[in-house]
C-alpha cells in the first residue's frame, strides 16, 4: 500500500524515473523490500511449495522484474503491475480473480462471436459509408466536394472519432458506438451522408438509422447479457465446489444447504409474559398489531412532513414544520420508553429494530438541540433517517424480504469486487499518467480529470468506466499538431488504452458484480429457509424452556409433544396432512423423524427432515 501511495503522489512518468531522486531512492527501498520477502518465502516454505502455489507466481515475477529494473530500466514500465500484489492478499478478492481467469475461456467465444458481428457490420459499414462522412470547412451553402475545393474551402471530416473509412476505423467507431456514447450522433451522420463528392444533407437516408438500431440491439444487448450469462455460470460453478457440491445431484445440493444452516442455527427461547401488574398493561399494548400499524403510520406521517418544502433550514420551535417533528420525536421517544417497560433493558436490544429505533430516538434529541444551537446538520440527518423505520413493513413482503437478503449476503463479495475494480483502475491511472501528462486540455479533459496526477486520473477513469463521454476523452488523448504544442500532444497508443480498460472494467468487472448479485439471488431461496427454522425454534422452546442458546443436537422433547407442538405450526412448516395424522405414529412415519432411546424427538433431525 505505501508503495502505491509513493507512486500515487510522485506520479513522475516512467520514462523520466532517476535512481538518484527521491522516487528512485524509495523505488531501490520497496524492491528490498519485496526481494527479501521472496527470499524468506522460499527458504520458509521450499521451492517446491512456493511453485506449486499459483498465487506465489506474480509475486515472484514482478519481484523479479523489480530487480531487473536496476540493469534494464525498460522494465520500470511493469511498476505499476505492483497493484496486482493489493488484490493476492485476500482470499475473498483471490476467489473473484481465479473466476474472472476460469471465464476467460468462455469470454473468448463471446469475444469471437462479437467480433463476428462487429466484423459484418463494419463491412457492410464501409460499403454504404466509406469516405462520406466529410463535409466542406467552413460551409457555406456548398452542395459537393469540387464546389468546396474551387472556393478554396477545406474537405474534411465531420467527426473525428467517427467514420468507415476502413476495416479499423470501422470497428473502433461501432465499439464505440457499442458502449452507448452518443451512439445516436453516429446514426444522423449515416442519415444525413450522400456520397463522397457530396456534402451531407439533412434526413437524405432515413433507412440508414435500422442499420444502427439492428447493431445496438445485437451487440450491445446480446453480447452484454452473453458476458454476464458466462460470469453467473462460472460463479455458480465456483461456489458449488467451495461447498463441496461440484458433482451433486440437486436434492443432494439442497440437503447439504440444510444442513448448512442447521449448523448455524441456535434456539433461543422467547422471553415470557411479564406477570399481573403496570409492565402486563405495556406489554399487551406493544405487543398488539394495531399499536405497531399505528406507529407505521405515524412514520408515514413523518416523512410527509419532511417532504414538504421549506425555504430555510435553520432549526427553531416557531416554525411549524420543526414543532411538528418534535411532536413526532416525543411520539417515538414514548414508543420506546413503552417497549423498554414491557420487554426490560436486556431483552429489548435484543432486536435490530430495536437498536435502530432507540438510536434514532436517542440520537434524535442530541441532534436536535446541536440544532437548536445554530447547527442543523445533524437534525436533518436524523429525520430524514427515520425513514428507514419503513423498511419492517416493507419487509414483511416475501420477494422484498428475498432482495434484501441478497444484498446484506452480497456485501462481502462486492468488498472484493471493490478492491479489484479499484486495483485496476489504480494501475490504469498509474500508467496513463505516464503515457498521457500533460497532453492539452480539451474534449473530455478539465482542470478536475486529466492525467497530470494520479487523483484527477483515477477521477478521469471512472468517467470512462460509466461510458460517458469516453470517446471524446480518447480522441482528445490522441490530439496531434497542428492543434497541440510538441510537448502538449497525446498519442494513438490511446486506441489501445481506452478500449481495453473499457472492455475489461465495464464488460468484465462490471458485470461481474452482476454475476455476483445473481448468483446470491438464487441462493436466497435456500436462506429463506431460516425463517421456517426460526419457527420451528421459538415454537419448540414452548415446549422445552431448557432449550434456551443451545444447538439443535442438544434440544428434545417427547414424541407426545412434538406432535402436538407440530400440529400448531402455520404452512408451510406444518403442513395439513400431518395436522389430521390419525394417529402419533402415522404422523411420525410420514415425518420420517427417528427417535431415540427414551422416545424422544431431536431438534437437529426435524429441521434436517
Same mark, same amino acid.
Given at each position: ?9 510522485d506520479?513522475t ?5 532517476r535512481?538518484?531522486?527521491? &522516487?528512485?531512492?524509495?523505488e531501490?527501498?520497496?524492491v528490498?523490500f ?15 511449495k512456493?511453485?506449486?502455489t ?14 531487473l529494473?536496476?540493469?534494464?530500466p525498460?522494465?520500470?514500465?511493469a511498476r505499476?503491475?505492483?497493484c ?6 485476500? %482470499? ?5 480473480l481465479?473466476?474472472?481467469?476460469r ?7 463471446v469475444?469471437?462471436v ?8 463494419? #463491412?457492410?459499414?464501409m ?7 466529410y ?6 451553402? $456548398? ?5 468546396? !475545393? ?7 471530416? +465531420?467527426s473525428?472519432?467517427?467514420?468507415f473509412?476502413?476495416i479499423?476505423n ?13 451512439w445516436?450522433?453516429l ?9 463522397? !463528392?457530396?456534402c451531407?444533407r ?12 439492428l ?5 450491445h444487448?446480446v453480447?452484454l447479457?452473453? *458476458?454476464?450469462?458466462?460470469? #453467473?455460470s462460472?460463479f455458480s460453478?465456483?461456489?458449488?465446489r ?10 443432494q445440493?439442497?440437503?447439504v ?5 442447521v449448523?448455524h442455527t ?5 422471553p415470557?409474559?411479564p ?10 399494548? +406493544?405487543t398488539d398489531?394495531?399499536? !405497531? ?8 406521517g ?6 414538504v ?12 414544520l ?7 420525536l ?21 432486536a ?9 430516538? $436517542?440520537?434524535g434529541?442530541?441532534?436536535e ?37 441478497t ?12 478492491v ?6 489504480s ?5 496513463g ?5 500533460g497532453?492539452?486540455?480539451? /474534449?473530455g479533459?478539465?482542470? =478536475?480529470?486529466?492525467?497530470n ?15 460517458? !463521454? ?9 490530439i496531434?499538431e ?8 497525446? *498519442?494513438?497508443?490511446?486506441l489501445?488504452?481506452f ?8 464488460y468484465?468487472?462490471?458485470n461481474?458484480?452482476? &454475476?455476483?448479485? =445473481? ?8 436462506r *429463506?429457509?431460516? /425463517? ?7 415454537k ?5 424452556p431448557?432449550?434456551?442458546?443451545? %444447538?439443535?443436537?442438544d434440544? $428434545?422433547?417427547?414424541a ?8 400448531g405450526?402455520? &404452512? ?7 395436522r ?11 415425518l420420517?423423524?427417528?427417535?431415540? &432411546?427414551?422416545?424422544?424427538v431431536q431438534l437437529?433431525?426435524?429441521l434436517?427432515h
Amino acid at each position: 500500500v505505501l508503495n502505491l501511495a509513493v507512486m500515487a503522489i510522485d506520479a513522475t512518468p516512467l520514462n523520466e524515473l532517476r535512481w538518484s531522486s527521491a &522516487a528512485g531512492v524509495l523505488e531501490a527501498i520497496f524492491v528490498c523490500f519485496y526481494a527479501i520477502e521472496s527470499i524468506l518465502k522460499v527458504v520458509g516454505f521450499g521451492p517446491r511449495k512456493i511453485l506449486r502455489t499459483v498465487w506465489q507466481w506474480p509475486e515472484l515475477l514482478l519481484t523479479l522484474l523489480g530487480v531487473l529494473e536496476f540493469g534494464v530500466p525498460a522494465l520500470l514500465l511493469a511498476r505499476p503491475l505492483r497493484c496486482i500484489r493489493l488484490c493476492l492478499r485476500s %482470499h475473498g478478492v483471490r476467489v473473484i480473480l481465479l473466476a474472472m481467469l476460469r471465464s476467460a475461456g468462455a469470454i473468448s467465444s463471446v469475444v469471437l462471436v462479437c467480433f463476428g458481428v462487429y466484423g459484418v457490420f463494419g #463491412i457492410f459499414g464501409m460499403q454504404l459509408w466509406k469516405g462520406t462522412f466529410y463535409c466542406c470547412e467552413p460551409s457555406s451553402g $456548398f452542395t459537393s466536394r469540387a464546389e468546396c !475545393e474551387d472556393a478554396g474551402k477545406l474537405w474534411v471530416k +465531420v467527426s473525428v472519432s467517427y467514420d468507415f473509412d476502413n476495416i479499423f476505423n470501422s470497428l473502433m467507431t461501432l465499439l464505440q458506438a457499442s458502449t452507448g456514447d452518443s451512439w445516436q450522433d453516429l446514426m444522423f451522420l449515416a442519415v444525413d451522408a450522400v456520397s463522397t !463528392e457530396e456534402c451531407p444533407r439533412r434526413d437524405h437516408n432515413k433507412s440508414a438509422a435500422l442499420f444502427f438500431v439492428l447493431f445496438m440491439v445485437l451487440a450491445h444487448l446480446v453480447a452484454l447479457n452473453l *458476458t454476464t450469462s458466462v460470469l #453467473i455460470s462460472t460463479f455458480s460453478a465456483i461456489h458449488g465446489r467451495l461447498l463441496g457440491m461440484g458433482r451433486m445431484s440437486e436434492p443432494q445440493q439442497q440437503w447439504v444447504r440444510s444442513v448448512l444452516i442447521v449448523r448455524h442455527t441456535t434456539v433461543r427461547a422467547q422471553p415470557p409474559p411479564p406477570g399481573p401488574g403496570l409492565r402486563n398493561h405495556v406489554y399487551a399494548i +406493544v405487543t398488539d398489531s394495531l399499536f !405497531e400499524w399505528g406507529m407505521y403510520a405515524v412514520v408515514l406521517g413523518n416523512v410527509a412532513i419532511l417532504c414538504v418544502r421549506r425555504t430555510d433550514v435553520n432549526i427553531g420551535l416557531s416554525h411549524p414544520l420543526d414543532a411538528a417533528n418534535f411532536v413526532f420525536l416525543a411520539v417515538f421517544t414514548l414508543e420506546a420508553l413503552m417497549k423498554i417497560v414491557a420487554h426490560t433493558p436486556a431483552v429489548y436490544v435484543r432486536a435490530p429494530w430495536h437498536i435502530l429505533e432507540a438510536v434514532l430516538v $436517542f440520537g434524535g434529541w442530541v441532534a436536535e438541540a446541536i440544532g437548536l444551537l445554530g447547527s442543523p446538520t445533524p437534525a436533518i440527518v436524523f429525520r430524514t433517517a427515520r425513514v428507514l423505520r419503513l423498511g419492517r413493513p416493507i419487509l414483511r413482503s416475501r420477494v422484498l424480504r428475498s432482495l434484501y437478503v441478497t444484498i446484506i449476503y452480497s456485501i462481502p463479495a462486492l468488498v472484493n469486487i471493490g478492491v479489484v475494480a479499484i486495483t485496476f483502475c489504480s494501475l490504469f491511472a498509474l500508467i496513463g499518467v505516464s503515457m498521457f501528462r500533460g497532453v492539452k486540455p480539451a /474534449g473530455g479533459f478539465t482542470s =478536475m480529470t486529466n492525467f497530470n496526477s494520479f487523483g484527477p486520473a483515477l477521477l478521469l477513469l471512472y468517467v470512462v468506466l460509466t461510458g460517458s !463521454e469516453w470517446v471524446a476523452i480518447m480522441a482528445n488523448a490522441r490530439i496531434a499538431e497542428p492543434f497541440c504544442d510538441p510537448d502538449a500532444c497525446g *498519442t494513438d497508443w490511446a486506441l489501445l488504452y481506452f478500449p481495453m480498460f473499457l472492455l475489461v472494467g465495464a464488460y468484465v468487472i462490471l458485470n461481474t458484480v452482476v &454475476a455476483i448479485v =445473481m448468483d446470491q439471488f438464487a441462493e436466497t431461496q435456500f436462506r *429463506t429457509d431460516v /425463517g421456517t427454522i426460526q419457527k420451528v425454534c421459538d415454537k419448540w422452546t414452548e415446549f422445552d424452556p431448557g432449550s434456551d442458546r443451545r %444447538h439443535p443436537r442438544d434440544c $428434545f422433547v417427547s414424541a407426545g409433544l412434538f406432535l402436538h407442538m407440530f400440529q400448531g405450526l402455520p &404452512a408451510p412448516v406444518g403442513p395439513d396432512r400431518f395436522r389430521k395424522s390419525s394417529s402419533l405414529l402415522s404422523a411420525l412415519v410420514d415425518l420420517h423423524v427417528p427417535l431415540d &432411546a427414551e422416545r424422544r424427538v431431536q431438534l437437529e433431525d426435524v429441521l434436517l427432515h
